[in-house]
Nanobody, 124 residues
Framework: QVQLVESGGGSVQAGGSLRLACTAS????????MAWFRQAPGKEREGVAL???????GYADSVKGRFTISQNNGKNALYLQMNSLKLEDTAMYYC??????????????????WGQGAQVTVSS
């Protein structure tokens, strides 16, 4: 049974940093691409960052230079380091996995498994 569990969300002031983590279990990690999406109230879910099965990454323009996606060596953990956070980064952040190869840009329909989400709130 595939499981993705996020942690590390919270509240931070603008300009601060947070690190999200996602622990994966139940599938062959090397065969999957993984990503972070986010969804703010009243807005559509949007892709934030991707790391595909070959280790290539992609980012939304709004987070380039501020966010970094990474995995551990075993690929069963996914991270999102978020620096210089802005008010508009406030959202629920979701970890997701897709079997096979993915390239940026990404859509939520490209992904097979989802975590429950971690809330990130940025205040002034």
């Amino acid at each position: 049974q595939v499981q993705l569990v996020e942690s590390g969300g919270g509240s931070v002031q603008a300009g601060g940093s947070l690190r999200l983590a996602c622990t994966a279990s139940g599938y062959s990690y090397s065969s999957y691409s993984m990503a972070w999406f986010r969804q703010a109230p009243g807005k559509e879910r949007e892709g934030v960052a991707l790391i595909n099965k070959y280790g290539a990454t992609g980012y939304a323009d709004s987070v380039k230079g501020r966010f970094t996606i990474s995995q551990n060596n075993g690929k069963n953990a996914l991270y999102l380091q978020m620096n210089s956070l802005k008010l508009e980064d406030t959202a629920m952040y979701y970890c997701t996995a897709a079997y096979g190869f993915r390239l940026w840009p990404i859509r939520s329909t490209d992904f097979d498994y989802w975590g429950q989400g971690a809330q990130v709130t940025v205040s002034s």
